[in-house]
Structure formats: structure tokens, C-alpha cells
């Protein structure tokens, strides 16, 4: 069952730079970067007052968030929905006819079970099913 939103997926050109922009704004600690060299990525988390941006710096050639800072630069890429059954809500999208850009659950960049229901599905906007 889809139980909230997790947090929102901002695809940055160069994450260091995001965020310590964001950081010095809000006076708050650079969160640590974890580097996915396997994936062509780096992820952070800002948490604050129980919202998380998740920033992503995709420098893969083929990446849904390397396509998206190379044609449109910085800005927000979708946003996360937390569920304590993915495959069960993956199911219960698919028997509502809701387009998935993944049927099977996949690992995603935080080491959770992740799938991303189609932007299509949503007027454009990517949502993405998470385990918490």
C-alpha cells in the first residue's frame, strides 16, 4: 500500500555545486555524497522538517537524469511515493491499466527497491514507488 511521499528527485549538472548552493542558503551541513561509479552517479539527501530532496548527478550517457540535465539543465525530476509492498502496488497499477516504465521492482540509488511508474501515466511527471 502506497503509505506518503518520500521525497523529490532533482537532477543537477554538478551536485557539489547544488548543494552547497542550497546549503549555504539554508545554513545547514553539505550532506555526505555517496558516489555510484557503476551507475555514472552521485546522490545526496537534504532532509529537513520531514521532506527529502534527493539531488542526483547522472553523468551517463544513456540515464533518465543524464537526459534530462543535458536537454533541460537543473530542475526538479520527479518525485517519490513510499510503499510497504512494491510489488503489490506495481500489480494493483498494472491491473488499473496504468503505464510502468518498470513491472519488476529494480534496486535504485539509495539501495531500495525502486520503480518508476511511466511520465506518460501522469501528464509528463515521473513518479517513482519506493520501499521506505
Do not use: Y
Amino acid at each position: 500500500m502506497i503509505t506518503g511521499f518520500g521525497h523529490i528527485g532533482i537532477g543537477v549538472k554538478d551536485i557539489e555545486k547544488s548543494l552547497e548552493a542550497l546549503c549555504r542558503v539554508l545554513e545547514i551541513p553539505v550532506p555526505p555524497i555517496k558516489e555510484l561509479p557503476e551507475r555514472h552517479s552521485k546522490v545526496a539527501m537534504v532532509e529537513m522538517g520531514g521532506v527529502g530532496l534527493e539531488f542526483i548527478q547522472d553523468d551517463s550517457e544513456n540515464g533518465m537524469l543524464g537526459r534530462f540535465t543535458r536537454e533541460k539543465g537543473n530542475g526538479i525530476h520527479h518525485f517519490c511515493m513510499l510503499t510497504d509492498d512494491i510489488e503489490g502496488d506495481i500489480k494493483w497499477m498494472l491491473d488499473r491499466g496504468v503505464k510502468m516504465m518498470h513491472e519488476t521492482p529494480r534496486i535504485g540509488l539509495r539501495d531500495k527497491k525502486i520503480a518508476f511508474i511511466s511520465p506518460d501515466a501522469n501528464e509528463g511527471i515521473p513518479i517513482e514507488l519506493s520501499e521506505p
